[in-house]
């Protein structure tokens, strides 16, 4: 079971099963090749015995069949030598000195010349393959059968030889590519233990990403989407200190108002300290919010989410009689959490409307890149100076607006989280356009 479970077992355990598998059955075939060549040579051995002998008969002076000579093969002297010949039937029939006093028992000879070849029982339990054709001498009124035959064990011990060696070659064939399979797959997982050698090095520190060049193709793929996830990860852990030392230093004043509250207590202690617990709940509450960790497995849509979000806005911002154009296409869809879209949508259109004169757009698309959304409005806008400085955080370029200058920087760092940005340009109507760069489901 533990082999199953390895890749090194599973490959090397089908490729055993495949060699070994075709092993036998190559085994097998050639053999039973070699049985039927081995049985043709026998056959046609057999037949050119038979036409020797045939070629010894002749007609004596009363029309009857006789033999000028024996056959000189030495084989067919020797008694039971396992190879025999015989002209005629019955009593009167030639016999072979190998046959003794061995006589065959065949079945009825047929009359219409045809070699046949068939198996019948010999002496001392021999099992002979026998030739027989029934010819016709010149002047010999009636036909002679000659019949010839050789015992099968030599056929069979050839052939079991041969099936032998055939076995021990296929066994130590396979005993050789077994070890070239072995060392295929060795060869072939290094990639792999590269790869594992590789995440210990960034695990240990001694580097920051993988380097997919060394790597195949075929798991450079599975590297570069280990660096995505590494960059992912250090975005979301550099996200998480930006947020607990942002969060320390915001809640820094607060705490100094509290304890110089403390120090000269007054009737106005407890509205003081109202005030600033409210404070600090609302900056804890925006750097939990930007310090969760992005879901990348998450989609959300976007004119839902905009469509959610504008009457709130619009209500917040009532007494400045915005109007809206939104144009954003129905089947756009953000891959990530509902809530950091809702919540960069809300920071940047909060952000619009506190400027706007009159108006407020949305637009969206695709690109190449992912999906874009620009939220423009028809505000003083800000010059090209200021626009990186808008998005640092706790920097506010007008204190007369009410907020915390938090809201831009929050969106910027969720953006980044999922691998995009947030980018601050003129827009058309000559306002402010925060573009928003993220990734399409």
Same mark, same amino acid.
Request: proline share 5%; charged share 25%; aromatic share 4%.
């Given at each position: 079971?533990?082999?199953?479970?390895?890749?090194?077992?599973?490959?090397?355990?089908?490729?055993?099963?495949?060699? +070994?598998? +075709?092993?036998?059955?190559?085994?097998?075939?050639?053999?039973?090749?070699?049985?039927?060549?081995?049985?043709?040579?026998?056959?046609?051995?057999?037949?050119?015995?038979?036409?020797?002998?045939?070629?010894?008969?002749?007609?004596?002076?009363?029309?009857?069949?006789?033999?000028?000579?024996?056959?000189?093969?030495?084989?067919?002297?020797?008694?039971?030598?396992?190879?025999?010949?015989?002209?005629?039937?019955?009593?009167?029939?030639?016999?072979?000195?190998?046959?003794?006093?061995?006589?065959?028992?065949?079945?009825?000879?047929?009359?219409?010349?045809?070699?046949?070849?068939?198996?019948?029982?010999?002496?001392?339990?021999?099992?002979?393959?026998?030739?027989?054709? %029934?010819?016709?001498?010149?002047?010999? @009124?009636?036909?002679?059968?000659?019949?010839?035959?050789?015992?099968?064990?030599?056929?069979?011990?050839?052939?079991?030889?041969?099936?032998?060696? +055939?076995?021990?070659?296929?066994?130590?064939? #396979?005993?050789?590519?077994?070890?070239?399979?072995?060392?295929?797959?060795?060869?072939?997982?290094?990639?792999?233990?590269?790869?594992?050698?590789?995440?210990?090095?960034?695990?240990?520190?001694?580097?920051?990403?993988?380097?997919? #060049?060394?790597?195949? %193709?075929?798991?450079?793929?599975?590297?570069?989407?280990?660096?995505?996830?590494?960059?992912?990860?250090?975005?979301?852990?550099?996200?998480?200190?930006?947020?607990? *030392?942002?969060?320390?230093?915001?809640?820094?004043?607060?705490?100094?108002?509290?304890?110089?509250?403390?120090?000269?207590?007054?009737?106005?202690?407890?509205?003081?300290?109202?005030?600033?617990?409210?404070?600090?709940?609302?900056?804890?509450?925006?750097?939990?919010?930007?310090?969760?960790?992005? @879901? /990348?497995?998450?989609?959300?849509?976007?004119?839902?989410?905009?469509?959610?979000?504008?009457?709130?806005?619009? +209500?917040?911002?009532?007494?400045?009689? /915005?109007?809206?154009?939104?144009?954003?296409?129905?089947? /756009?869809?953000?891959?990530? $959490?509902?809530?950091?879209?809702?919540?960069?949508?809300?920071?940047?259109?909060?952000?619009? &409307?506190?400027?706007?004169?009159?108006?407020?757009?949305?637009?969206?698309?695709?690109?190449? $890149?992912?999906?874009?959304?620009?939220?423009?409005?028809?505000?003083?806008?800000?010059?090209?100076?200021?626009?990186?400085?808008? /998005? *640092?955080?706790?920097?506010?370029? @007008?204190?007369?607006?009410?907020?915390?200058?938090?809201?831009?920087?929050? %969106?910027?760092?969720?953006?980044?989280?999922?691998?995009? *940005?947030?980018?601050?340009?003129?827009?058309?109507?000559?306002?402010? &356009?925060?573009?928003?760069?993220?990734?399409?489901?």
């Amino acid at each position: 079971m533990r082999t199953l479970r390895s890749l090194r077992g599973r490959l090397l355990l089908a490729s055993l099963a495949g060699i +070994a598998a +075709a092993s036998l059955l190559a085994a097998w075939l050639l053999g039973a090749a070699f049985e039927r060549a081995v049985l043709g040579a026998f056959d046609r051995r057999l037949a050119d015995d038979l036409v020797t002998v045939a070629g010894v008969l002749a007609r004596d002076g009363n029309g009857q069949v006789r033999m000028r000579r024996e056959p000189a093969d030495g084989r067919y002297a020797r008694v039971f030598s396992g190879h025999y010949w015989q002209v005629g039937e019955g009593p009167g029939a030639f016999r072979s000195r190998s046959m003794w006093d061995f006589a065959p028992v065949l079945p009825v000879a047929a009359t219409d010349g045809a070699l046949r070849l068939r198996e019948v029982a010999g002496p001392r339990g021999q099992v002979l393959r026998s030739a027989e054709r %029934t010819i016709q001498l010149p002047g010999v @009124d009636a036909p002679v059968r000659v019949w010839v035959a050789s015992d099968q064990a030599i056929l069979r011990r050839e052939v079991e030889e041969f099936r032998w060696l +055939a076995g021990l070659s296929f066994a130590l064939l #396979a005993a050789g590519l077994a070890l070239a399979a072995a060392g295929q797959v060795r060869y072939g997982l290094k990639p792999l233990r590269g790869l594992g050698n590789g995440l210990a090095k960034v695990r240990s520190g001694e580097a920051r990403r993988l380097d997919p #060049a060394p790597l195949p %193709t075929e798991v450079m793929p599975l590297a570069e989407h280990l660096n995505q996830l590494l960059e992912h990860h250090e975005r979301m852990v550099a996200r998480a200190r930006r947020s607990s *030392q942002d969060l320390a230093h915001a809640l820094k004043t607060p705490l100094a108002v509290l304890d110089a509250g403390t120090q000269r207590p007054g009737h106005d202690l407890p509205e003081l300290v109202a005030e600033q617990t409210a404070r600090m709940r609302t900056v804890v509450e925006r750097h939990l919010a930007a310090g969760t960790p992005v @879901d /990348l497995r998450g989609a959300a849509g976007v004119a839902a989410a905009v469509a959610r979000l504008q009457p709130l806005l619009q +209500a917040a911002h009532a007494a400045k009689a /915005l109007s809206w154009d939104v144009q954003v296409p129905g089947a /756009l869809r953000f891959r990530g $959490a509902e809530d950091d879209l809702e919540e960069m949508l809300g920071n940047l259109l909060d952000n619009a &409307c506190k400027w706007a004169r009159g108006q407020v757009r949305v637009v969206a698309g695709l690109a190449a $890149a992912g999906l874009w959304i620009e939220v423009r409005d028809d505000g003083p806008g800000l010059p090209p100076g200021q626009r990186e400085a808008a /998005l *640092q955080r706790g920097v506010r370029l @007008d204190e007369r607006t009410p907020g915390t200058g938090l809201g831009l920087a929050i %969106t910027a760092d969720l953006a980044a989280g999922y691998g995009g *940005q947030l980018v601050l340009d003129a827009g058309p109507e000559g306002g402010l &356009c925060a573009r928003l760069g993220l990734p399409a489901a």
